[in-house]
């Protein structure tokens, strides 16, 4: 054993309380899963919808998130956002709107998200991983508005999980093409060259910005099949 090994032990001595209390933070992890299994499972199908936390309600960006989730509600799906304010908001009071359930996944977070109160179902969550995975899990497509951090990483996990055939191929939709051209001209004229993703990579995603056209690519997808997962389908979402 080496001096700076030894001066590594001396500064990190095992904690057994907190060795205890990770062992622990299963049970947590669990019933989040066991809780959002039991309350999703009977909304499908769904839509998945995606934006800034930052946006107000008097933008642009609002109105347009808040008329798409209508328009998915009135056509028959459950609308599922992160539960927070701004375009998370705007989707479930869209959602509230129409004619089918509006549903929240709440995070907590120490700072930026507090829960709108536009939600039928409304879930919370302590680890974004567990969250995550129900918003995958039964969406029957992704409607990726204009966002930050948060909205880039979703929408990134979505054509991650397609694109290596983790999950079930479903419309990924990004709304509001002058915000996405930068983004996806990158895509383009970077990754693909570099050869870190593929040209038909590019054809995971569409850019539709009209709430009707939304919903029609969402039943345009699925014309030759049911909204329900294949039984090859179910087995690899048991494996997210």
Not at 181 to 199: K, S
Request: proline share 5%; net charge negative.
């Amino acid at each position: 054993m080496t001096d700076k090994t030894r001066k590594l032990r001396r500064l990190n001595p095992v904690n057994d309380a907190a060795l205890i209390r990770e062992s622990w933070k299963i049970f947590q992890i669990m019933a989040e899963f066991v809780e959002g299994f039991e309350k999703l499972a009977r909304i499908k199908p769904s839509v998945s919808i995606f934006g800034s936390a930052r946006t107000d309600p008097d933008h642009p960006h609002y109105k347009q998130a808040e008329d798409i989730a209508e328009a998915l509600s009135n056509a028959g799906f459950s609308v599922v956002s992160g539960g927070g304010p701004g375009i998370m908001e705007a989707a479930n009071k869209g959602a509230m709107k129409g004619k089918s359930p509006s549903i929240g996944l709440n995070i907590q977070l120490p700072h930026e998200q507090t829960n709108n109160e536009y939600q039928d179902i409304g879930l919370t969550f302590r680890h974004f991983f567990s969250r995550k995975v129900m918003f995958v899990k039964y969406a029957s497509a992704y409607v990726v508005c204009p966002g930050g951090f948060g909205t880039l990483d979703e929408m990134a996990e979505i054509l991650t999980l397609v694109q290596t055939g983790k999950t079930r191929n479903i419309p990924i939709i990004l709304v509001h093409e002058p915000f996405w051209r930068g983004l996806l001209d990158w895509f383009e004229n970077t990754l693909v060259p570099a050869g870190t993703i593929d040209a038909k990579d590019l054809n995971l995603f569409k850019l539709i910005d009209d709430p009707a056209d939304i919903v029609k690519a969402i039943f345009d997808h699925y014309e030759d099949r049911d909204f329900e997962p294949s039984e090859e389908e179910r087995e690899i979402l048991s494996h997210l």
